[in-house]
């Protein structure tokens, strides 16, 4: 089945350690997406790209970096997570010319230590 | 500033009975609005949408409705099951030329639904 798929489903990193999330899809999908979602609230988009073309949110902290080597890979990177960074990442793709069918990935859920 | 916010936080419901869950948004640039259902340690799977031009769409049980004049929008699950328990999240969206859809979510509202 075409899907996204996101790995690992849990990481743990030590405050200040650089961490990489990764997510990839089988759907084909020209626009990628990472939101960051904290407990009970909404989940809140840090960045997307629409094919290479990367799309930073205005509210995105630097310390927040993303990579799209192809159209089936995107990675979140993390470069000093500090423990207000703890929440569920979830990695959605969708079809521009659709516009807004996503499809998620199972998230992974990130604990700093 | 949350341009979309679900007010409810949770829900509860008896089984055979109506859910309603509410959604308000601030942006009037949104032009699409969809609903989302989400199991614990699953993403969210999308449920329902409805276009800007439109004020209602049914899928089945569920049916959406939408009031522009009040940028409002309800989620109407009718009967509710218990399998139906589970966060529902409303989004709305805007396209940006060569950027795609965007999607603006609100916190969730926890479903429960009571045999």
């Known amino acids: 089945d075409a899907m996204v798929i996101q790995n690992p489903r849990y990481q743990v990193t030590q405050f200040g350690k650089p961490v990489t999330l990764s997510c990839s899809q089988t759907l084909n999908h020209n626009v990628m997406y990472w939101y960051q979602q904290k407990s009970s609230q909404a989940p809140k988009l840090l960045f997307h790209?629409?094919?290479?073309?990367?799309?930073n949110e205005a509210d995105t902290p630097d310390n927040f970096q993303s990579r799209r080597p192809n159209t089936s890979f995107c990675f979140l990177d993390i470069r000093s997570p500090g423990l207000g960074d703890a929440a569920m990442y979830l990695c959605?793709?969708?079809?521009?010319?659709?516009?807004?069918?996503?499809?998620f990935g199972s998230g992974t859920r990130l604990t700093v230590v | 500033d949350q341009q979309v916010k679900q007010n409810s936080p949770s829900l509860s419901v008896q089984e055979g009975r109506i859910s309603i869950l509410n959604c308000d948004y601030t942006?009037?640039?949104?032009?699409?609005f969809l609903w989302y259902k989400k199991y614990p340690a699953e993403g969210p799977t999308f449920l329902i949408s409805?276009?800007?031009?439109?004020d209602k769409n049914e899928d089945g049980r569920f049916t959406v409705f939408l009031n522009k004049s009040a940028k409002h929008l309800s989620l109407h699950i009718v009967p509710s099951q218990p399998g139906d328990s589970a966060v529902y999240f409303c989004?709305?969206?805007?396209?940006?030329?060569?950027?795609?859809?965007?999607?603006?979510f609100g916190q969730g509202t926890e479903l429960s639904v009571k045999p």
């Open positions: 942006n009037s640039m949104f032009d699409y």
């Open positions: 409805i276009s800007s031009i439109k």
């Open positions: 959605a793709t969708s079809r521009a010319a659709t516009g807004y069918g996503y499809t």
């Open positions: 989004a709305a969206g805007h396209m940006i030329y060569n950027q795609g859809g965007k999607l603006i």
């Open positions: 790209y629409y094919d290479k073309d990367f799309n």
